[in-house]
């Protein structure tokens, strides 16, 4: 393999140069400085983040591959879902465009290319195309798409039908580095195997991240406590949302029925089910001492939780019927609170009613931390078990992943989440908690038995839940961790 040294250096100092620009023109069109620290740690003494590539000399040390590395110009085809709503599961940026995120993108991708002498490039397809494609290519041994960002069951199915690698197998990716997400390797680990991963390759895992927007013009008007005050204090609990809500709901044209005419407490859609559960720090399945999954939801906690759940979704001053009412209610002035993914910031920036930003509230008071749920719509990393190249895939994976936390990541996080898009200094501190407690459930993930599909239907009695489906549950997750080779077969 021969390694350009002159060229690669050069390119390395234009990327800089774009980059710089990037940075600086997005910080000022911003108007706002913001908070530098991006609060985001990937695993327990990760960094946060910097705002340039590590110089080229130093690369090949820092990622421990070697330095007359030259693919020949290959052709690393991922495949990536379209979509319209949040508009950043691609990775390919095909030119600068002045727009902070897509030249980020681009920089990082250029770098990497000519990096590795590699081309990067896309198959984009709409969401629930992408299993189906991936599984065909894996059967088919056809090698067409070298790694894939799913959507969270998507990618689960994938792993449950045995069509992904380990990614533990791949030389040259060290799970531990910061780049790779310390919380989806922590909740999605099993028996030491990672199948499916976050990573700081793209953004849509943490666009994917749930949070609560709320009108703090109707917290003046109603004179009601501060969010972020009793979010500070750790008094920001299901049970103060649901006060605050009802103390703002009014029936604005006075018919006596409550529709989109109406103020509201909240407007949310059933996905907050899980959101609630995962708030208050439960999950379906949790993975025990020696790293295999088990069942954690049959608890008397767990169903207190359900109940102050169903309470919320359920009572008169929450409006889940309509999910685009929950960006255009906001945006209206029709609801004092709406939950939905960050990724919506980009949208709500534009608002001209102003806004803040929490993380979901805890149980109540005596529950230690926040945790933050990731939606289904999280895009996670899986690579075909037929792989024919483990060291090329690796090293790529690796690389992509380390110059997008020197790039990307500060790009959206720093740039673009805590000073273009938030309103305020306080929305960037919660920000902060959102993304240091992200969690995942391989319960709800992989929907074993149809637990998490029955309990996002608003099931009232949780009990219900146990009796029905508890069982389905215990055959299908040894169904899956048979075929996986978790455990042996009986």
């Known amino acids: 393999m021969k390694y350009h040294y002159r060229y690669k250096i050069l390119s390395m100092v234009l990327v800089l140069a774009m980059l710089s620009v990037i940075i600086a023109g997005a910080s000022c069109a911003s108007g706002n400085s913001g908070n530098n620290d991006t ?3 990937n695993n327990e003494s990760g960094d946060a983040g910097s705002s340039e590539i590590t110089a080229e000399a130093d690369i090949f040390d ?26 950043w599961d691609e990775i390919v940026a095909e030119e600068m465009t002045g727009e902070t995120l897509n030249d980020a993108y681009y920089t990082r991708n250029t770098y990497v290319e000519d990096l590795l002498n590699i081309k990067i490039t896309q198959t984009v397809s709409s969401w ?11 059967q088919a041994g056809d090698n067409a798409y070298d790694a894939a960002f799913l959507r969270q069951q998507n990618a689960a199915s994938c792993a ?20 790779w997400d310390y919380h989806s390797i922590k909740d999605l680990t099993m028996a030491g195997k990672n199948y499916v991963v976050a990573s700081d390759i793209s953004v849509s895992d943490k666009d994917a991240i749930w949070v609560i927007y709320f009108d703090k013009q109707y917290i003046d008007d109603y004179k009601l ?3 972020y005050d009793l979010v500070d204090s750790g008094k920001w609990t299901v049970d103060k949302e649901i006060e605050m809500s009802k103390a703002v709901q009014t029936d604005l044209n006075g018919d006596g029925v409550y529709d989109k005419n109406d103020l509201w407490g909240l407007l949310t859609h059933p996905e907050n089910y899980a959101a609630s559960w995962m708030a208050a720090g439960e999950k379906l399945v949790t993975v025990n001492k020696d790293g295999i999954p088990v069942t954690s939801y049959d608890s008397e906690r767990m169903n207190d939780v359900w109940s102050k759940a169903i309470e919320l979704m359920k009572g008169q001053q929450t409006y889940t019927k309509d999910i685009g009412f929950i960006s255009s209610g906001l945006r209206d002035g029709k609801t004092l609170f709406a939950t939905e993914v960050v990724a919506f910031l980009r949208v709500y920036r534009a608002n001209e009613r102003d806004f803040g930003v929490l993380p979901m509230p805890k149980y109540d008071e005596a529950q230690e931390s926040y945790n933050t749920y990731v939606a289904e719509g999280a895009g996670l990393l899986i690579v075909p078990k037929t792989a024919d190249d483990f060291e090329r895939t690796g090293i790529i994976l690796e690389t992509l992943a380390a110059t997008g936390r020197d790039t990307i990541l500060s790009a959206y996080y720093d740039v673009c989440l805590k000073s273009r898009d938030s309103r305020d200094e306080e929305s960037g501190r919660m920000l902060d908690i959102c993304f240091s407690t992200r969690c ?9 038995g149809g637990v998490a599909s029955t309990l996002k239907g608003g099931i009232d009695v949780f009990t219900r839940v146990t009796a029905a489906k508890g069982n389905l549950m215990e055959k299908a997750m040894k169904k899956s961790f048979v075929t996986l080779g978790i455990y042996e077969d009986e």
């Not at 197998?169 to 799970?175: F, I, M, W």
């Open 440 to 448: 995942y459930d391989l319960g709800l993930m992989f929907d074993w």
């Open 62 to 87: 820092r990622l421990s591959i070697p330095r007359d590395t030259d693919f020949g110009g290959y052709a690393f085809n991922c495949l990536v879902y379209e979509n319209a709503n949040w508009g």
């Open 128 to 138: 629930d195309t992408l299993a189906s494609m991936f599984a065909a290519s894996v």
């Open 160 to 179: 449950m039908n045995d069509l992904c690698l380990d990614l533990n197998e791949l030389d040259y990716v060290d799970l531990s580095k910061e780049w």
């Open 225 to 227: 406590e501060s969010p």
């Open 39 to 41: 609060g985001i740690t």
